[in-house]
């Protein structure tokens, strides 16, 4: 049991190129979401989703898409990359137990756009 | 909108002393809250949660207290340790939200010297 895992750990790109971060969990769980975490800050929204082939937006999806073919996996494609977009990308995962939402993070990806 | 932060950025405790971070909220309507431990380059990890039926709530070594009076929560470290050393981050959820989806704050960092 992996957990979260993301892929890649560092990536830097250049203005106007587009990547796709990785994201997959072996945990069986529905929801997923994406964050942001910029420094002196705390994690922001981007995109998340409750199930397969259902994602909605956060509080910070401009520049950003994500799709949901599978429980498993979820990934985040930047379109064209914007030096404002460099930041630590989490992703995490959760299940509802007992009425709580327990979410497992991932490492994290740390972008830096030129 | 949902408004979580933290009273003080950084705290320094010496080894073996109990430490207490705080954390305030803006929106009545939030039912349930979360804290994050989140060491260098590593995702937020699940330490404790709570709801908004509850005052307090024990884990292992970590207490926390919920004023819903004057929206505010604390997470209280027994005995703390070096390997308390990290970010904690206070999040929270509203009744009727999307399954898991959170709300961060900025996030306190917690040193612990010998």
């Known amino acids: 049991n992996a957990g979260v895992t993301q892929t890649p750990k560092f990536q830097v790109l250049k203005t106007g190129q587009s990547m796709t971060l990785q994201c997959a969990q072996d945990?069986?769980?529905?929801?997923m979401s994406w964050y942001r975490q910029d420094p002196g800050m705390g994690l922001r929204l981007i995109h998340y989703?409750?199930?397969?082939?259902?994602?909605d937006q956060g509080e910070v999806p401009n520049g950003y898409n994500v799709s949901r073919s599978t429980t498993e996996d979820f990934p985040l494609r930047l379109l064209s990359a914007a030096p404002s977009q460099t930041s630590v990308y989490f992703c995490?995962?959760?299940?509802?137990?007992?009425?709580?939402?327990?979410?497992?993070f991932g490492p994290g990806t740390r972008l830096t756009v030129t | 909108g949902e408004s979580v932060g933290l009273h003080l950025p950084t705290l320094s405790v010496q080894e073996g002393d109990n430490s207490i971070i705080n954390c305030a909220y803006s929106n009545s309507a939030s039912d349930y809250f979360i804290w994050y431990k989140q060491e260098s380059g590593k995702g937020p990890q699940f330490i404790i949660d709570i709801r908004s039926n509850m005052d307090k709530r024990q884990g292992q070594r970590v207490t926390v207290l919920l004023n819903k009076t004057v929206k505010h929560l604390s997470l209280q470290i027994a005995a703390t340790q070096p390997g308390d050393s990290a970010v904690y981050f206070c999040?929270?959820?509203?009744?009727?939200?999307?399954?898991?989806?959170?709300?961060f704050g900025r996030g306190t960092q917690l040193t612990v010297w010998p």
């Open positions: 995490a995962s959760n299940r509802r137990a007992g009425g709580t939402y327990e979410q497992y």
């Open positions: 989703s409750v199930g397969a082939g259902i994602t």
């Open positions: 999040a929270e959820s509203s009744r009727g939200s999307t399954l898991g989806r959170l709300y």
């Open positions: 945990m069986n769980h529905e929801y």
